[in-house]
């Protein structure tokens, strides 16, 4: 009897497996599209402050965020995916104040200062466009010690604030988060 109902159970997982394997779709990226390809446009710099490269160094980052972490093509035109944006701030800004004096006090009254980048995108999924959005707003910083040079400094605290930028921005578009 016990041999009888493992060979069902057998059978049964034989026949059922497949079927199951059919209807869960995971990606271990946490990508969750059926698209093929992403159309990445230009990203421009709005911002005064900004390297004047900003906006190209971040379009081809992104698009290679894409590439990495994605089975998606990136094409230059009639993707099923879209999305471009400008890059609307670049600010350094002076924060957590160090106590004391004004007479004591030499230089910048802050201890630490923060450099801060936003990106609006606009978003189009022709497959399913209830996952389009416009005008999204990805911010994120970056602080240091406000004695330390920021030329010193700039290229790893764009990368560290870019980094998750991208990571916002996948996560909202193709991982539906």
Same mark, same amino acid.
């Given at each position: 009897?016990? $041999?009888? =109902?493992?060979?069902v159970?057998?059978?049964l997982?034989?026949? *059922?497996?497949?079927?199951?394997?059919?209807? =869960?779709?995971?990606?271990f990226?946490?990508?969750?599209?059926n !698209?093929?390809? =992403?159309?990445?446009?230009d990203?421009?710099n $709005?911002?005064?402050?900004?390297?004047?490269?900003?906006?190209?160094?971040?379009?081809?980052?992104?698009? #290679?965020?894409?590439?990495?972490?994605?089975?998606?093509?990136?094409? *230059? @035109?009639?993707?099923?995916l879209?999305?471009?944006?400008?890059?609307?701030?670049?600010?350094?800004?002076? =924060?957590?104040?160090?106590?004391?004096?004004?007479? $004591?006090?030499?230089?910048?009254?802050?201890?630490l200062t923060?450099?801060?980048? !936003?990106?609006?995108?606009n978003?189009?999924?022709?497959?399913?466009? @209830?996952?389009?959005f416009?005008?999204?707003?990805?911010?994120?910083?970056?602080?240091?010690?406000?004695?330390?040079d920021?030329?010193?400094? #700039?290229e790893?605290? @764009?990368?560290?604030?870019?980094? #998750?930028?991208?990571?916002?921005i996948?996560?909202?578009?193709i991982?539906?988060?």
């Amino acid at each position: 009897m016990k $041999n009888k =109902i493992i060979f069902v159970i057998a059978l049964l997982s034989f026949f *059922a497996l497949p079927t199951l394997q059919s209807c =869960i779709s995971y990606s271990f990226t946490g990508a969750s599209t059926n !698209a093929q390809s =992403i159309q990445v446009e230009d990203f421009f710099n $709005n911002t005064d402050l900004g390297p004047a490269n900003l906006g190209q160094t971040f379009t081809n980052r992104l698009k #290679q965020y894409f590439q990495q972490n994605s089975s998606l093509r990136v094409v *230059a @035109e009639n993707g099923e995916l879209q999305i471009e944006g400008t890059i609307t701030q670049y600010g350094i800004t002076p =924060i957590a104040p160090v106590s004391g004096t004004a007479s $004591n006090q030499r230089g910048d009254p802050a201890s630490l200062t923060r450099l801060t980048i !936003a990106v609006r995108a606009n978003y189009v999924d022709t497959l399913n466009p @209830e996952n389009n959005f416009k005008d999204k707003v990805f911010s994120f910083y970056a602080d240091f010690p406000s004695a330390q040079d920021f030329n010193s400094v #700039q290229e790893s605290l @764009e990368r560290k604030i870019l980094d #998750q930028i991208y990571i916002d921005i996948f996560n909202s578009t193709i991982a539906n988060w």
